[in-house]
Every structure is written in C-alpha cells, then in structure tokens.
C-alpha cells in the first residue's frame, strides 16, 4: 500500500529580482512530472494597499522585507504542511497593491517557495527542507528585469531604472545577497545550470522517497 508524505518538502529558492528563480522552479517542476509538485511565488504576498492612494502606492519599497506580509505566507505554508486547501492571494502589479481575487492552493508533496526574500526571515528558513540561491551577475538580471517589467507590467524604462537604482540594487545589496550564507545549495547562471538542476532534482527524490518510475512503496 502507498503511503502518503508524512509532510511536505518545502524548497525554498530564491536571488535577486530577475536571477531566474521562476525559470529553476519550473525547471525542477518539469524533471518531478508526475509527482505532486506546486510552485507559490512569495510576491503573492506582498501587502494590501488597497486603502492607500496610487501616488503611495508607487512610494513603497517592494524590495523591503516589510513589504512582505509574511505572516500570512507562513501560517498558509503551515497550513499546507497539514495537508489543508488554502486560498492564496492574488497580487495585482498594475495596481500595486493585492487584488479581490484569491486562487485556491491544494496541498501537494512538494512545494517550491519562490521569490527575493524567501530566505530573510528564520520562520520560512525553519519550514524549508532545501535552501537554493540562484546566483546571477547583476547585469544580466537588470537587462531582463527591464524586459520583463515593460512588457508584462507595464512600466516604463524610466521608471525601472529609478526604482532598481534607488530600492532593487541596494535592498539586493543590504538583504537578498547576504541570505546567500543560508543556502544549502547555490546555482550560478540560473536555469542554464543544468548539472544543478539535475541534482536538486535527485535531492528531492531521495527526500520523497521515489525513484524514477514514480512513488515507491513506504512503511
């Protein structure tokens, strides 16, 4: 008879805005096919401003811990960690602030916890069965943020350039790179680093107990 998880395996990954945290997560999803997997993004999480006029909104430091409402993404990791459904919330970029809407999250096996500040703060370190730093030269990780943010977000080049130069380079400088120390395993060149993709792949797989035919038999 197949046994369930006794818990979940929670891997924490995460590096600074535009290291390629998303395309590592997706890439492990991809190599557990098959498996109860499910990837939650910590900028789910980023506080209700709702009740604060758009000029403020714009004001605020999202590269800040404080910006985080962490206390609800860790009660909701506990939750999952007991097998419960959450409604997870649902941010919305162009408005700067979290939207009406909520997604529902089943609970899965493994749960990949992405985002710049996963390893910040000790109470989602202690929930993580695998700490990852997806180390990516700074370059690089400007070009693609501009990328991203004007085609997906809707921000000008402007407005990118004085945000990563006045809160995402030093807030990286001052939080994200020295959770580095905290890593169990650090990924130079993102989701191009195949060997250590496969690797944390593996990881996860002696962790679940499985091989690559699928679920093995346990107790």
Known sequence: MVTKQKRPVIIGVTGGSSSGKTTVSRAILQRLLGHSISI???????KDQA???MADRKKVNYDHPDAFDNDLLVDQLQRLL????IEKPVYDYSQFTRSNKTERQ????VIILEGIL?????????????KVFVDT???????RRIQRDTEERG???????????GTVRPMYQQFVEPSKR??????????????????LATKIKAILGTDDEGPLLAE
């Open 82 to 85: 007991n097998y419960e459904t």
């Open 118 to 130: 996963t390893l910040n703060d000790s109470r989602l370190r202690d929930l993580m069965d695998i």
């Open 155 to 165: 921000r000008s080049l402007d407005s990118i350039i004085q945000q990563y130069l």
């Open 106 to 109: 089943e609970p899965t096996d």
């Open 137 to 143: 030269d700074d370059d690089i990780r400007l070009i």
């Open 40 to 46: 939650i993004q910590q900028d789910s999480y980023y």
């Open 51 to 53: 009740e604060m006029s």
């Open 182 to 199: 905290y890593a169990d395993i650090i990924i130079p060149r993102g989701g191009k680093n195949n060997v250590a993709i496969d690797l």
